[in-house]
């Protein structure tokens, strides 16, 4: 198992460009998350997925995209980079929403100038 | 306030000491979670808890649901237990996750 692949590691866009954040499990996972951490601050839920083609917004949704149309991939569309969006971004997985241990991808250090 | 305090910010500690770092949380729960983020940005997850008591190797997590804290403990600190350990709580409610900020711990050899 290679758990949760998340590609790029690191990227740098210009204001304005756009980028899709890559994030696969094959662990067989149904839920699946996109966190971003800014510098010294707690993980904010971007968006989640309870399944194939069930998508819905976390806390910080805004400039973002996703889309699930299988179990195993869960990409991150940003459109039109802002500098605001410059953050680490994790994918996650877990088995089901409530009690189950989640596990991480590497994270994606993003910068946009 | 945050929903999820955790304390200290930082720790500095010898090796060999007793580390505890604590997580206090203001919202109903149904679980906990103890991860570690290591110097190169990886996560990891430590413990679930939703109560009492879990141990893994020199690792120890508590909580108290009634007081609405958790502690982790590491036993025989290493400096290879340098990390950020950040504690995160699911509401009742929901099953989204709000996580502290984390406790940036460095054992010194």
């Known amino acids: 198992n290679a758990g949760v692949t998340q590609t790029p590691k690191f990227r740098i866009l210009k204001i304005g460009q756009s980028m899709t954040l890559q994030c696969a499990q094959d662990?067989?996972?149904?839920?699946m998350y996109w966190y971003r951490q800014d510098p010294g601050m707690g993980l904010k839920l971007i968006y989640y997925?309870?399944?194939?083609?069930?998508?819905d917004k976390g806390e910080v949704p805004n400039g973002y995209n996703v889309s699930r149309s299988t179990t195993e991939d869960f990409p991150l569309r940003l459109e039109l980079a802002a500098p605001s969006q410059t953050s680490v971004y994790f994918c996650a997985s877990s088995k089901s929403g409530r009690g189950e241990k989640l596990f991480f991808g590497s994270g994606t250090q993003l910068s946009v100038l | 306030k945050n929903e999820v305090e955790q304390s200290p910010q930082n720790l500095t500690a010898q090796e060999g000491e007793f580390i505890t770092i604590n997580c206090s949380y203001s919202?109903?729960?149904?679980?906990l979670h103890w991860l570690q983020q290591h110097p190169g940005g990886g996560i990891v997850s430590l413990f679930m808890?939703?109560?009492?008591?879990k141990k893994h190797g020199r690792l120890i997590a508590t909580i108290n649901i009634q007081e609405k804290h958790s502690s982790l403990h590491i036993t025989a600190s290493h400096p290879r237990d340098s990390a950020v350990y950040i504690c995160?709580?699911?509401?009742?409610?929901?099953?989204?996750?709000?996580w502290g900020a984390g406790t940036k711990l460095i054992i010194k050899p």
């Open positions: 997925s309870v399944g194939a083609g069930i998508t």
């Open positions: 919202v109903g729960i149904s679980a």
């Open positions: 808890l939703s109560s009492g008591k």
């Open positions: 662990m067989n996972h149904n839920y």
């Open positions: 995160a709580v699911r509401m009742d409610s929901n099953y989204q996750l709000i």
